[in-house]
């Protein structure tokens, strides 16, 4: 109920914050040239959302096998040293990430989807390895004792059980996917990065806020999706938010 009473909070607040920025750019004759690009931000939005759906999806289809993996008695010994190689994508400065990915790919997308899926790797991996060892080790043996195969503990025991740490690291690596996808423009890979350097080059504050807004409105969307799906999804019994 706490954590429901804090979330209705920070909404409130953010809805109001909005507002207030709202009229703050209408007062200041900001409001009417940031949608002077409405056209130009609808368009890359699409693109912006493309890269990150792709990546991301990449990241969450081989991220969440290989946590599982990790935790199997058999290769568990291989966690740490596997851990510290994704890791790297996150060690390397992003920037320095897009221009080795520039250099092997060529420009356009491919770099750009492969760059953001390794940054978006490692949360997904770690967060699948907590949730997985952090199930009660006497649900497993009681459900071994049932007679239930590895397969079957894994699908009906584990994952319910590690299915809200799991997703709290979809969270976490979406938003930091959507929020790094700008600087795809800086190698021909699009999005809303286009508007943003762009108007840092012209010194043009209304263009950099029509790519900045929706850049974050689009993060904090995406973290309030998955924060639903997370409240809604996972049963009560496993579910500390509900």
């Given at each position: 109920?706490?954590?429901?009473g ?23 004759g900001l ?13 890359l939005?699409?693109q ?14 081989v991220?969440i096998?290989?946590?599982?993996i ?8 291989f966690?740490?040293?596997?851990t510290?190689?994704?890791?790297l994508?996150?060690?390397?400065p992003t ?5 080795l ?12 989807i492969f760059?953001l899926?390794v ?17 009660p080790?006497?649900?497993?043996e ?8 590895p397969?079957?503990?894994l ?8 299915v ?11 938003a ?19 508007l ?20 974050a ?14 409240f ?6 496993v579910?500390?938010?509900?």
């Amino acid at each position: 109920m706490a954590a429901t009473g804090l979330q209705t909070a920070f909404r409130l607040l953010l809805i109001t914050g909005v507002f207030a920025c709202g009229a703050w750019f209408q007062a200041n004759g900001l409001l009417p040239a940031i949608l002077k690009h409405r056209s130009d931000v609808i368009y890359l939005i699409r693109q912006h959302l493309a890269l990150a759906a792709v990546s991301g999806a990449i990241a969450i289809v081989v991220g969440i096998p290989l946590g599982v993996i990790l935790t199997r008695p058999r290769f568990e010994m291989f966690a740490d040293a596997v851990t510290q190689v994704v890791n790297l994508g996150t060690t390397i400065p992003t920037l320095a990430l897009l221009a080795l990915s520039m250099s092997f790919l060529g420009i356009g997308a491919p770099p750009v989807i492969f760059a953001l899926f390794v940054l978006t790797l490692l949360p997904i991996v770690l967060n699948t390895i907590a949730g997985l060892r952090s199930v009660p080790q006497p649900l497993i043996e009681a459900a071994r004792g049932m007679g239930m195969t590895p397969a079957q503990i894994l699908r009906r025991v584990e994952l319910p059980n590690a299915v809200f740490v799991i997703l709290a690291g979809i969270r976490t690596a979406l938003a930091i996917n959507i929020g790094t996808v700008p600087l795809a423009f800086l190698i021909g890979g699009g999005g809303l990065g286009e508007l943003i350097f762009t108007g840092i080059d012209l010194m043009e504050p209304s263009m950099l806020l029509a790519g900045a807004i929706p850049t974050a409105l689009l993060a904090v969307f995406v973290d309030f999706l998955v924060g639903q799906i997370q409240f809604w999804l996972v049963p009560r019994g496993v579910n500390p938010l509900r």
